[in-house]
């Protein structure tokens, strides 16, 4: 079955720290890859995607995330992090090809503390 | 552009009562998804439509749950007979076709007393 996993719930680093948050994917074949944030009480606005070609993908605010075949994984990472970062983070997949629904992971909650 | 348009915000209804809940996708977007958040379940992805066409309504609740898109710039998702346990942010998304983007409303809140 298709999924997508996130396995840190929780995830807490000091303002102006590197940051990864990790993400483990299970699809047959390549799926299309995102990344996206949600800051409270908002809904979900997209980060970076992945559809194909060189594996590292840049983002917005600074955000980049790396896909790797081999690891089945698209973990997501920003060099200095900045209060404002603090939010929940979703990966997600869908197939290429296929249904567009995308499928997404349990969620990061990122907190930044000063 | 105004973004995916979703009402009511908040929606509180008694247990047995009917909810309905609405959705303007983007202009121009052929696809417009339906999920549901919770703090157990995280994102469920409920229903999808391409041009207005059901496509993939696996995670659909069989039972007290329909969606419908009558034309291209709404949806509805209609909730029978309410029950505590659908309390959710019900969450709408649009994209446009092939790109796998999903654009997302604000989402609705409904919660079931």
């Known amino acids: 079955a298709q999924s997508v996993t996130q396995p840190d719930a929780r995830v807490t680093v000091s303002e102006g720290a590197s940051l990864q948050l990790r993400c483990k994917y299970s699809y047959s074949g390549t799926p299309y890859l995102f990344w996206y944030v949600q800051y409270q009480r908002q809904g979900l606005q997209l980060l970076l995607k992945?559809?194909?070609?060189?594996?590292v993908v840049q983002g917005v605010n600074g955000f980049e995330a790396e896909f790797s075949k081999s690891d089945s994984s698209f973990h997501l990472r920003k060099a200095s992090v900045h209060w404002s970062d603090s939010a929940v983070y979703f990966c997600?997949?869908?197939?290429?090809?296929?249904?567009?629904?995308?499928?997404f992971g349990e969620g990061t909650k990122l907190t930044v503390s000063s | 552009n105004a973004g995916v348009i979703q009402t009511p915000r908040h929606k509180v209804t008694g247990k047995g009562q009917e909810a309905t809940l609405w959705c303007e996708p983007i202009?121009?977007?052929?696809?417009v998804f339906w999920y549901r958040q919770t703090i157990v379940q995280g994102l469920e992805f409920l229903t999808y439509?391409?041009?207005?066409?059901?496509?993939?309504d696996s995670g659909m609740p069989k039972e007290r749950f329909s969606a419908q898109m009558p034309n291209q710039s709404h949806s509805t998702l209609k909730i029978q007979s309410t029950q505590p346990q659908d309390s959710a942010v019900y969450l709408c998304a649009s994209s446009r076709q092939g790109t796998g983007q999903l654009y997302f409303g604000e989402g609705s809140k409904l919660t079931v007393l």
């Open positions: 997600a997949a869908s197939r290429q090809g296929g249904s567009a629904k995308l499928i």
């Open positions: 202009s121009g977007h052929s696809a």
């Open positions: 992945y559809y194909s070609g060189d594996p």
């Open positions: 439509f391409r041009n207005q066409a059901p496509i993939d």
